[in-house]
């Protein structure tokens, strides 16, 4: 049977905040309906184009720590329908979230595409590898013309995942996606200029 996201994000005392609020029904028959334990084609798409995630983890002293982790776009790779993998690349060598997976595996990430006002979240088990554990799944996830020292891998088994609404997201935009959008004004301008060129050139006669 799937495991539907607010299974395992209502707990008690979510249900106790949801019907102090007056929400509780409409989170009451969530499971029947939205369980997502598997990634279809349409999850797998967004992840292939994001370059940045934010992970989230838990320290045997209960305190959570939320890290954002990226790279080039799709540094978080699909293995299978319920397996992600990415390569964990040298930072400022606190290992925060590598020391917190060792007292539990439980991760949760976020992913928001901003253009496009689209956020995806997913409860994960983490599995923490050396790079030479699992050659074939290294050599998958690393992006080799990436300048940064890979340390090693992450492995997330999903167990469950949602799409939240879009309210509230600011739509930001890459300089690549700026750059993009820019090019056909920077090649008008470009002709205009030369046409202006030639114009005076003309007039010169």
Same mark, same amino acid.
């Given at each position: 049977?799937a495991?539907?996201?607010?299974?395992?994000?209502?707990?008690?005392s979510?249900?106790?905040a949801?019907?102090?609020?007056?929400?509780?029904? #409409?989170?009451?028959?969530?499971s029947?309906?939205?369980?997502?334990d598997?990634?279809s084609?349409q999850?797998?798409e967004?992840?292939?184009?994001?370059?940045?995630?934010?992970?989230?983890?838990?320290s045997?002293?209960?305190?959570?720590?939320?890290?954002?982790?990226?790279? /080039?776009?799709?540094? #978080?790779?699909v293995?299978?329908e319920?397996?992600?993998?990415?390569?964990?690349?040298?930072?400022?060598?606190?290992?925060?979230?590598?020391?917190?997976?060792?007292?539990?595996?439980?991760?949760?990430?976020?992913?928001?595409?901003? /253009?496009?006002?689209?956020?995806?979240?997913?409860?994960a088990?983490?599995?923490?590898?050396?790079?030479?554990?699992? /050659?074939?799944?290294?050599?998958?996830v690393?992006?080799?013309?990436?300048?940064a020292?890979?340390e090693?891998?992450?492995?997330?088994? #999903?167990?469950?995942?949602?799409?939240?609404? /879009?309210?509230?997201?600011?739509?930001?935009?890459?300089?690549?996606?700026?750059?993009t959008?820019?090019q056909?004004?920077?090649?008008?301008?470009?002709?205009?200029?030369?046409?202006?060129?030639?114009?005076?050139?003309?007039?010169?006669?």
């Amino acid at each position: 049977m799937a495991y539907g996201f607010m299974d395992v994000a209502r707990t008690p005392s979510v249900q106790a905040a949801q019907a102090e609020m007056g929400a509780d029904h #409409l989170w009451a028959d969530f499971s029947g309906h939205r369980d997502f334990d598997r990634f279809s084609d349409q999850e797998a798409e967004f992840i292939a184009q994001q370059d940045t995630l934010y992970l989230a983890s838990v320290s045997e002293t209960g305190w959570p720590y939320v890290q954002h982790r990226g790279g /080039p776009a799709g540094f #978080l790779k699909v293995i299978d329908e319920q397996t992600l993998a990415f390569a964990d690349y040298r930072g400022n060598r606190q290992y925060i979230s590598t020391g917190n997976f060792k007292a539990s595996d439980r991760a949760c990430m976020i992913l928001v595409d901003y /253009p496009r006002r689209a956020r995806l979240k997913i409860y994960a088990h983490v599995e923490t590898l050396a790079l030479g554990a699992d /050659p074939l799944l290294t050599e998958r996830v690393l992006d080799k013309g990436y300048g940064a020292k890979p340390e090693r891998i992450f492995k997330l088994r #999903l167990q469950a995942f949602d799409w939240n609404c /879009p309210q509230h997201i600011t739509r930001r935009f890459t300089e690549a996606q700026i750059a993009t959008v820019a090019q056909p004004l920077r090649e008008r301008i470009e002709q205009l200029e030369r046409d202006n060129a030639a114009l005076r050139a003309k007039l010169h006669l």
